[in-house]
């Protein structure tokens, strides 16, 4: 089966994560996702294939070098993203030819930033949907990377572990993991961008739910009596700086994002993300929004408005830089399957963020996808393939470890 065929099979399945579950996985579809992948790993010869309770995923490439010394390890996540629709995907290779492309549904993809793929096979959808290639074509390019040692002994190789996780999408993909069980010394999560992509930094993240209590009488009758709970938490995101918001920020700058909003009169209530690299501009931020809610407070009553602040992930760029040979390691396979390594700041967060302050550095690697979590999200077929020599290369650099 090919990389393509991969993807094009796990995209069928709608794995769509639930934030508001408290259950893990946070929706049962994960679960028929991970039983058909153990399924797979079975059939490529993977051995202590396990799907957990929790619907994680484990197995393992025994060693053929007769030594079961150092373990690497790839890992790659099961769900999508629910806030755009995800079912059914509506999948089609076209090949690009330059200019934007027009999907079936008349939605429209903006190639100005992407000129290397002139020429290249594309996968896309109807525009209807996103393509899950975040992260399905980790989760592709990864057993097919398994298929390609199962189809040739000869390459050298150490034990090489891998896992599929639920729930990354909604930042517990690392919640329930067993890194004993995965028994890996080091990963590498394959979930990012464009094929060369080796990732070490991620933001600091924290959470942020402001409450708003407000109080209602008949808007007759309200003059000097009404506190409105919407308006006040209107007041309170426009405090917030406009150039700290995505939309206005890039490279390592951080920023403070609405994500939901509700209420009422008499009560509303605010979530956002809060993301910096810089630990210390993290606190600060989470310093601002108490600010605000303290000069709301002292203008609309005391506790009219409460704050709410859980740290989510920290920065892996520490924990990494003590692993520094992964980088390395990574940079060397890149180049040697005709690449060029490029390291960014990750404006977001994988489940390697929370792994390598688990015991388990982990920095991330690119899969070929590109606009993820939008209904214009593809996938490059060529980068697809490369990124699986790339894996390759870089699971058998680990045999004389």
Not at 135 to 163: C, F, N, T, V
Not at 332 to 359: H, I, K, N, W, Y
């Amino acid at each position: 089966m090919t990389v393509l065929e991969r993807l094009l099979k796990y995209a069928s399945f709608d794995t769509a994560s639930d934030e508001s579950s408290e259950t893990c996985p946070s929706t049962e579809k994960q679960r028929t996702l991970a039983l058909a992948l153990a399924e797979e790993m079975r059939a490529l010869g993977l051995v202590d294939v396990e799907v957990d309770e929790h619907s994680y995923v484990y197995g393992a490439i025994p060693s053929n070098t007769g030594s079961d010394g150092f373990c690497i390890g790839f890992i790659a996540h099961l769900d999508t993203v629910a806030d755009v629709p995800s079912h059914p995907i509506m999948p089609e290779v076209i090949e690009y030819t330059g200019g934007d492309i027009t999907l079936k549904n008349g939605t429209t993809i903006a190639m100005s930033e992407y000129p290397e793929l002139l020429g290249r096979h594309l996968l896309v959808t109807d525009g209807n949907t996103l393509l899950g290639a975040d992260d399905k074509a980790g989760i592709a390019e990864i057993l097919s990377m398994a298929e390609y040692l199962h189809r040739h002994p000869e390459l050298p190789h150490g034990r090489i572990a891998i896992a599929f996780t639920p729930d990354e999408e909604i930042g517990r993909g690392a919640d329930q993991f067993d890194v004993a069980r995965f028994g890996a010394h080091a990963a590498y999560t394959v979930d990012g961008g464009a094929v060369g992509e080796v990732e070490y930094e991620t933001f600091n993240a924290a959470s942020a739910t402001v409450t708003v209590t407000g109080y209602n009488v008949h808007p007759g009758s309200a003059k000097g009596k009404m506190r409105n709970a919407s308006r006040i938490a209107m007041e309170f995101d426009a405090s917030i700086p406009a150039e700290e918001r995505p939309e206005t920020t890039e490279g390592y700058e951080g920023f403070f994002h609405l994500i939901a909003q509700s209420g009422g009169v008499e009560r509303a209530e605010l979530s956002y993300i809060l993301r910096d690299h810089d630990a210390d501009k993290l606190e600060e931020k989470k310093q601002r929004l108490q600010t605000i809610a303290d000069g709301l407070n002292q203008r609309y009553g005391e506790r009219t408005v409460n704050v709410a602040i859980a740290d989510s992930y920290r920065n892996m760029a520490e924990p990494i830089r003590e692993h520094w040979y992964l980088v390395e390691k990574a940079y060397a396979a890149v180049e040697q399957c005709g690449g060029t390594p490029v390291s960014r700041p990750v404006r977001g967060g994988t489940d390697g963020a929370r792994l390598s302050f688990m015991g388990l550095p982990c920095p991330n690697l690119g899969t070929g996808g590109y606009n993820f979590h939008s209904r214009t999200e593809f996938a490059c077929v060529e980068q697809m393939e490369q990124s699986v020599r790339i894996l390759t290369t870089l699971a058998c650099s680990y045999a004389d470890e």
